[in-house]
């Protein structure tokens, strides 16, 4: 129960320490060959000739862990990826960021990294759809796109020469995102998956789980084809803009609120951020009855943490 900072009482605690436990000890399970903490020697074969990776060093002959966490092979290579670690971009890495500087020809944005990432005014989309050389006109109107504070979605592109990050949102599903919440989680709770853009259609609800620990919870927004967004005229673009000015239903804040505190519980617990969980959350809330204010408190984060380990033992029971 370290690092969790709920307020329980003694029997909320003792379920708590029970679940949490179970859920270790399927873990340890899982991975008994895998994990290692400092100073563990690491079984590798001697015939092979192997690369030793971040985590790892020789001592006496033998390959020995640096720090805590699990053995990952890739061919030839060792390594010890970290269980907390702070975010570590990838090329490809789905993130969502916040703008906080309009520079010359780009944008600079807080991605929860040691620095911040830049957006060249090139490597997006311009609003009219057509793919042309950006003019001195498009650098002055750069504030009409995104402007300070804008929370926008992207992808890694490369990386500088200073270490720093390189976006790309040419893709019409990139951009800027409006009318919801940006959640910070730890960047370790979010797994690098096939699909980060999540239509929740019954909820009305997009989600965005940004590999750098932020992620977005907002209105869903209809999807067109990128051979239509090309075709765009400008009827269309104030349609759009008329669109963006409307109302959001009650209905739809909501569910925007309940995906929220969910992600909100589950962080807190440290349980890892995937669609499947979040919405197994929200009908366990559901079927409580409970008001989204509630989902907050004590005694539900106890039953999450309870119907968790009773899903990853399941899990482990049919496997086996």
Known sequence: MRGIEISLNQTQKIRL??????????????????????????????????????????????????????????????????????????????????????????????????????????????????????TALDELNMRSIFEENDVVCGEVRNFQNDGGIQLQARSQKYGKLEKGQLLTIPPYLVKRQKHHFHHLEHYGVDLILGCNGFIWVGELVEARDCIEEDQ???????????????????????????????????????????????????DLSRTLNLGIDEMLGPEFHVLVAEREAERRTSMTKRKG
């Open 232 to 282: 765009l005229n400008n009827t269309e673009q104030q349609f759009t803009k008329s669109n963006t000015t409307k109302e959001m239903p009650l209905e739809t804040r909501r569910s925007i609120c309940q995906i929220a505190n969910a992600i909100r519980v589950l962080s807190i617990l440290g349980f890892n951020v995937t669609l499947e969980v979040i919405l197994e959350t929200i």
């Open 17 to 134: 320490q029970r679940a949490l436990k179970q859920l270790e000890s399927l873990y340890l399970r899982a991975n008994f060959n895998a994990s290692v903490t400092v100073a563990d020697t690491i079984p590798v074969s001697n015939e092979d000739t192997i690369l030793k990776g971040h985590g790892t060093s020789e001592r006496d002959g033998e390959v020995v862990a640096t720090l805590c966490g699990v053995v990952e092979r890739v061919n030839k290579l060792v390594y010890v990826r970290t269980l907390r670690a702070r975010y570590k971009p990838e090329i490809g890495d789905i993130i969502v960021g916040r703008v906080v500087e309009v520079a010359q020809k780009r944008w600079k944005l807080e991605i929860n990294f040691s620095q911040d990432a830049v957006l060249m005014l090139s490597s997006m989309n311009l609003p009219d759809g057509i793919q042309r050389r950006r």
